[in-house]
């Protein structure tokens, strides 16, 4: 069973920096892309950074770019998104997501509040 459960939301204040976790089991982690999204309440899911099996990073959206990076542990089979820098704008659950034999998984969610 492939499952995703991410860690380490919570509240932070602007300019402050959080660290997520994406724990993964029941695929080939090592091989599998992993991706970062978040939806605000109200708002449509956004993709905010992808990376490789390899740990090469392929993408970050341009509202997170220089602020916050995603790297992999595959020994662990953990995702990571540090986040620096934080806006009232990152406010938003965030989810970790793969595809594993042409379906797309999901995290549960990790809610991140960023405010004064």
């Known amino acids: 069973q492939v499952q995703l459960a991410e860690s380490g939301g919570g509240w932070a204040q602007p300019g402050g920096s959080l660290r997520l976790s994406c724990e993964a089991s029941?695929?080939?982690?090592?091989?599998?892309?992993l991706r970062w999204y978040r939806q605000a309440p109200g708002k449509e899911r956004e993709l905010v950074a992808e990376?490789?099996?390899?740990?090469?990073?392929?993408y970050y959206a341009d509202s997170v770019k220089g602020r916050f990076t995603i790297s992999r542990d595959n020994a662990k089979n953990t995702a990571y998104l540090q986040m620096n820098r934080m806006k009232p704008e990152d406010t938003a659950i965030y989810y970790c997501n793969t595809n594993w034999r042409s379906v797309s998984y999901w995290g549960q969610g990790t809610q991140v509040t960023v405010s004064s």
């Open positions: 990376v490789l099996g390899v740990g090469i990073t392929r």
């Open positions: 029941g695929f080939t982690f090592s091989s599998s892309v």
